[in-house]
């Protein structure tokens, strides 16, 4: 089984509201990651997590918060969003890494639909 | 650093003729290479990747890729295309000479295939 699941679906948010979107796997992988996908552009990192630890923040804006409660749940809280905000949120998981280096495949959820009024 | 091209936004193909999509990459070191489909409203499907051995490698759904290091090329081929192959293609890329945990995308090539 290489399904990741995430929720909601699709999300639509004020400016002011708060919000959390959640990823879950059932793989014994070890590593997570939050992409944001614009419209008929690549996904781009926003966080990787390596056994529940932050390893790669890039330099996203403090209004996305990442957390990773236990090796099988990542969860992405959102405050004060900006329209420009409005995107698929991919999570994605994968084996996990050793002395350095992964070659290990990632597996991605079906994202959540993010729009921001 | 990293990066990889796809230098098509769009491949059109009639439906049962070969079809290949093109990637190229650069990196410092030997490259670990993915491909992936993305499906409208859907998230990334991996197909299928390169680490080490035989140049050819074959994935998922009929299609395989070709790893070419004097070119620097990864392109994504298969032999008869359907219509249902019609999606969104990426091509990713890894350098485990930086220590970078994370993939590079490439713009992404829409692949049309016409009944």
């Known amino acids: 089984d290489t399904e990741v699941t995430q929720t909601p679906k699709h999300l639509v948010m004020g400016m002011t509201n708060k919000k959390s979107l959640k990823c879950e796997q059932h793989?014994?992988?070890?590593?997570m990651y939050w992409y944001k996908q614009k419209a008929k552009k690549p996904p781009e990192l926003m966080f990787v997590?390596?056994?529940?630890?932050?390893?790669i923040n890039e330099s996203v804006p403090s209004r996305f918060s990442p957390e990773c409660p236990n090796s099988s749940l990542l969860n992405l809280h959102l405050h004060a969003l900006q329209p420009e905000d409005s995107a698929l949120y991919l999570c994605?998981?994968?084996?996990?890494?050793?002395?350095?280096?992964?070659?290990?495949?990632?597996?991605f959820g079906p994202g959540t639909r993010l729009t921001v009024l | 650093a990293q990066s990889v091209a796809q230098p098509e936004d769009q491949v059109n193909v009639a439906e049962g003729n070969p079809l290949t999509v093109k990637c190229t990459y650069s990196?410092?070191?030997?490259?670990?290479l993915f491909w992936y489909v993305q499906y409208p409203n859907r998230g990334l499907q991996f197909l299928l990747k390169?680490?080490?051995?035989?140049?050819l490698v074959k994935g998922s759904y009929g299609f395989e890729a070709e790893f070419n290091k004097s070119q620097t090329s990864f392109h994504l081929k298969k032999p008869s295309a359907l219509v249902s192959d019609s999606a969104l293609y990426f091509c990713?890329?890894?350098?485990?000479?930086?220590?970078?945990?994370?993939?590079?995308f490439g713009s992404g090539t829409r692949l049309q295939v016409q009944p």
């Open positions: 994605a998981s994968s084996q996990g890494f050793t002395s350095g280096v992964s070659t290990d495949t990632q597996y």
């Open positions: 793989m014994g992988h070890r590593a």
């Open positions: 997590y390596s056994y529940e630890k932050l390893s």
């Open positions: 990196v410092s070191g030997n490259p670990y």
């Open positions: 390169y680490i080490t051995g035989d140049n």
């Open positions: 990713a890329v890894r350098d485990p000479d930086t220590g970078r945990r994370a993939l590079t």
